[in-house]
């Protein structure tokens, strides 16, 4: 049987949320991001895009491309709380859903056809969400995650797609090769310098040529540009979780060490998070005191993989629960309510340096082990036995 997987995504997902909650910003041009000294767009309207606004770049050049702008801190509670909605209403009522990211989604409704046809049960799903949230989705309808999520790259509410077997290869063949998933800044500049700029060009291509020129992923490359694609949608669970404990060889009293090996735990199981392209919205820091009694304490926060973010909450979490001034056996940081969306964690940074060190802190514990780097916040933990 032929599958039918939607990609479901709420186009200009924090701009509408905005709008949600303040309906005199509709129409007018709005900036979404960090502070005018060094911080940079997380997200634009559409209106401000016109004058050349886009993600990334730094607030203050957008500000004078668009000086009319109103800029807006953003609010990540606001924007998980309505991605906790949408997900709710989209799993009450489709077969199998995986979350993507705070505001994309898989749905794999092979079989509905008997019942209502799947276009027609996906629109009506669409109007449904539309009403309950106040968000209008964009969807395209395909035979698989990868054909219908190039699909709804431009489509609107209005004009979804349904992208059937029959006609794959003539939809995706004379897309830009940026349009397939995965697909590397370095990757695109490499097949550009031979020539290859749509993805037809690539589909074209002896799959041993690509595996030779970019490893294992040619051949995934090929099958993506070829419209094929057999992954499943995985069914949507908050319930996945990373955790790390430690135990001390000595029972612990020093602050400053227990902190230290705290820290550390933390930026481990961050670098998880962005490896896996996962975030995280809850988190919780347990004690074992020498007594043996266990203690938790947990909290939510808007959807990151970020250290600074973790470790801010992790530390305040401690310093509520630790209260007895008793020697610890143990220290424990667990992370859960874990989603995909790595795409998603730099929305609310002030700094692009901030995110450059990330990146090259996680690119040395790639190559060389999550212990090879840390921060100083974490020095302590050495001392820790």
């Keep these: 049987m032929e599958r039918a997987i939607v990609y479901v995504d709420m186009h200009d997902y924090y701009i509408e949320c905005e709008r949600l909650s303040n309906a005199s910003l509709k129409g007018l041009p709005l900036i979404i991001g960090g502070g005018t000294n060094r911080g940079t767009v997380a997200a634009c309207s559409k209106e401000a895009s016109r004058f050349g606004v886009r993600r990334s770049m730094p ?92 699909g709804a790259f431009d489509t609107t509410p209005r004009t979804p797609r349904n992208i059937g077997q029959d006609i794959v290869k003539q939809f995706l063949d004379p897309l830009p090769i940026q349009r397939l998933p995965a697909l590397g800044d370095g990757t695109f500049q490499l097949l550009s310098r031979i020539g290859i700029r749509q993805i037809g060009k690539i589909s074209e291509m002896p799959p041993t040529v690509l595996q030779k020129m970019l490893g294992k992923r040619g051949e995934t490359i090929w099958q993506r540009a070829n419209g094929i694609d057999r992954n499943p949608v995985e069914p949507y669970s908050e319930k ?118 990330y990146g090259a802190m996680d690119t040395i514990r790639r190559k060389y082990g999550a212990d090879a780097i840390g921060t100083s916040s974490s020095y302590s933990k050495n001392i820790v036995r």
């Design 240 to 357: 996945k979780e990373i955790y790390m404990e430690h135990d001390f060889e000595r029972d612990c009293i020093d602050l400053g060490a227990i902190r230290g090996q705290l820290m550390a735990m933390v930026e481990q199981l961050a670098f998880q998070l962005r490896r896996d392209d996962l975030v995280t919205s809850k988190i919780i820091v347990k004690v074992k005191y020498n007594n043996l009694d266990t203690e938790t304490k947990r909290c939510r926060v808007g959807y990151t993989s970020l250290d600074h973010i973790l470790k801010k909450e992790v530390q305040l979490l401690f310093q509520k629960l630790y209260h007895r001034r008793m020697r610890l056996v143990k220290v424990g940081v667990r992370f859960s309510d874990i989603v995909q969306g790595a795409h998603q964690i730099n929305l609310f940074e002030d700094t692009a340096e901030l995110l450059s060190l």
């Design 59 to 150: 607030t203050a050049y957008a500000l004078k491309l668009c000086p009319d702008a109103t800029l807006l801190k953003g609010d990540q509670g606001s924007y998980t709380n309505k991605s906790v909605e949408l997900t709710e209403i989209i799993r009450e009522h489709a077969p199998v859903v995986e979350k993507s990211s705070i505001h994309s989604f898989y749905l794999d409704i092979t079989g509905m056809d008997r019942f209502f046809g799947c276009f027609d049960w996906t629109r009506e799903l669409s109007l449904r969400i539309s009403r309950e949230s106040g968000l209008d989705p964009s969807w395209a309808l395909s035979v698989n995650k990868t054909v219908s999520k190039i």
